[in-house]
Antibody
Framework: EVQLVESGGGLVQPGGSLRLSCAVS????????MNWVRQAPGKGLEWISY????????HYADSVKGRFTISRDNAKNSLYLQMNSLRDEDTAVYYC??????????WGQGTLVTVSS | DSQMTQSPSSLSASVGDRVTITCRAS??????LNWYQQKPGKAPNLLIY???SLQSGVPSRFSGSGSGTDFTLTINSLQPEDFATYYC?????????FGQGTKVEIK
């Protein structure tokens, strides 16, 4: 069974940092590209970052470029999102999702990040 | 960036109805169009990929069509478990983008 489990969310002050993790099982992690997608309270879905299976390529939404960094450890079957200079508008549920052929196949249950003073 | 516009933003329908949701891209996205279903408090779930391919386990009452910039998700004979929010998403070019969502509610 494919499983993706996010962790690391919580309450952080504006300007602060947080590192999210996504632990995966049930598929060959090092063969899949991975993504982070977020959803602000009561709002729609926003794709924010992608990393290729070998970590050679990464992409970011303009809204997080320069502040967030995606990474992965294929030996640990884990995906990460380092979030710096957090803003109120970064408050959201953050989902990790794998992507095979240009689609977000499987998603985690999400972890809530709240940016507030 | 390819902007995705869904319509309607919400709709009310009855069990057994046929429902159609449209998604328009700001530029051609070829066939790189996916649909997701999201129920309250849950993660999204992939329904249809590459315009019209049904994800494994998804009921055949769901179908997708379209090409280029205009796409449609159709639900034939709406079932109680289909009341949810539906999102289109393009994967033709980075950044990947979603439509704003269509909430399907019970009439």
């Amino acid at each position: 069974e494919v499983q993706l489990v996010e962790s690391g969310g919580g309450l952080v002050q504006p300007g602060g940092s947080l590192r999210l993790s996504c632990a995966v099982s049930g598929f060959t992690f090092n063969k899949f590209n991975m993504n982070w997608v977020r959803q602000a309270p009561g709002k729609g879905l926003e794709w924010i970052s992608y990393i290729s299976s070998s970590a050679t390529t990464a992409h970011y939404a303009d809204s997080v470029k320069g502040r967030f960094t995606i990474s992965r450890d294929n030996a640990k079957n884990s995906l990460y999102l380092q979030m710096n200079s957090l803003r109120d508008e970064d408050t959201a549920v953050y989902y990790c999702a794998n992507s095979g052929d240009y689609r977000l196949d499987h998603w985690g249950q999400g972890t809530l990040v709240t940016v507030s003073s | 960036d390819s902007q995705m516009t869904q319509s309607p933003s919400s709709l009310s329908a009855s069990v057994g109805d046929r429902v159609t949701i449209t998604c328009r891209a700001s530029q051609s996205i070829r066939n790189y169009l996916n649909w997701y279903q999201q129920k309250p408090g849950k993660a999204p779930n992939l329904l249809i990929y590459a315009v019209s391919s049904l994800q494994s386990g998804v009921p055949s009452r769901f179908s997708g069509s379209g090409s280029g910039t205009d796409f449609t998700l159709t639900i034939n004979s709406l079932q109680p478990e289909d009341f949810a929010t539906y999102y289109c998403q393009q994967s033709s070019s980075m950044p990947w983008t979603f439509g704003q969502g269509t909430k399907v509610e019970i009439k």
